[in-house]
């Protein structure tokens, strides 16, 4: 069983950075792949980005390569997502989810474990 709490989410302007962080309980988080989502209001949830368990493999969506980057710390059990330059269109609630297993995979049905979101709102 992992928990998982995420962290960082706020009102940003367009241009602007934020760091999320998502810290996971259990002694096994680094058998775990990491994964973000996000859900505007009236769409789906979607992939952004997701790390391996060794860092080596890092898809990203289309939408955010170049500009966010994810990363993790096994020792402090975290994954962090940092978003730079962000856009009106990166408004979401973003959550961390976790997979047991080695490779990080963009569909979120390969995901068991969720966090309970943050909000991030950028204004134009």
């Known amino acids: 069983q992992v928990q998982l709490v995420e962290s960082g989410g706020g009102l940003v302007q367009a241009g602007g950075s934020l760091r999320l962080s998502c810290a996971a309980s259990?002694?096994?988080?680094?058998?775990?792949?990491m994964g973000w989502f996000r859900q505007a209001p009236g769409k789906e949830r979607e992939f952004v980005a997701a790390i391996s368990w060794s860092g080596a493999s890092i898809p990203y969506a289309d939408s955010v390569k170049g500009r966010f980057t994810i990363s993790r710390d096994n020792a402090k059990n975290t994954v962090y997502l940092q978003m730079n330059s962000l856009k009106p269109e990166d408004t979401a609630v973003y959550y961390c989810?976790?997979?047991?297993?080695?490779?990080?995979?963009?569909?979120?049905?390969?995901?068991?474990?969720w966090g309970q979101g943050t909000q991030v709102t950028v204004s134009s």
């Open positions: 989810a976790a997979r047991a297993g080695l490779v990080a995979t963009t569909s979120d049905k390969d995901y068991a474990y």
């Open positions: 259990g002694r096994t988080f680094s058998t775990y792949a």
